[in-house]
């Protein structure tokens, strides 16, 4: 990937696991235990140039920020704030707050836009009347970032990650 200037992705994939619903606690489950492992690891040590994208937000790691903070500091490891934006993650999350939570927590730079493609919450929100995964709206509806910050999240952030292999924009 590095040779290449090509980045990973990391998503969970299905389970046979009868116990776990793969989309409401699965994914989350493996987005989150993925990122927390590859954070306190070596790998951006040893392959510094490294880029990858975590599905999902990164799982559970914006809402469990300061658990994964004293891990760091306890093992003695880079601090995790730093450690959090060595990676990418795409905001395919279904609300606002967690939209906005993300994006504080791993900084503007390190999001991408991203939508389901498809539905695993294909539901209508009985409080909205929109789509569950209608993520866009909420995240045009965020007030205080700025058309820089937005456009770097629907599409600078991923020309950098992607370098000149994507299509331009006009």
């Not at 116990?19 to 993925?34: E, K, L, P």
């Not at 040590?45 to 975590?54: E, R, Y």
């Not at 999001?111 to 294909?122: I, K, P, R, W």
């Amino acid at each position: 990937m590095i040779e290449f200037d090509m980045p990973g992705t990391i998503h969970a994939s299905s389970t046979f696991n009868p116990a776990h619903h793969v989309t409401a606690s699965h994914y989350i489950a493996q987005h989150h235990s993925a990122g927390v492992e590859i954070l306190g690891s070596r790998v951006f040590q040893d392959f510094p140039n490294l880029k990858i994208i975590i599905s999902h937000g990164g799982g559970a790691i914006p809402y469990q920020w300061s658990r994964h903070r004293g891990s760091h500091v306890m093992l003695g490891l880079e601090l995790f704030e730093d450690a959090a934006r060595r990676v990418y993650r795409d905001m395919a999350i279904y609300d606002q707050e967690s939209m906005e939570m993300l994006i504080k927590r791993v900084s503007v730079d390190n999001v991408l836009f991203a939508t389901e493609m498809f539905g695993a919450v294909n539901a209508i929100d009985p409080q909205t009347g929109r789509s569950f995964e209608d993520v866009r709206s909420l995240f045009d509806a965020i007030d205080w970032l700025s058309d820089e910050d937005r456009q770097k999240i629907y599409e600078g952030n991923a020309r950098k990650v992607y370098g000149g292999r994507l299509p331009s924009a006009s």
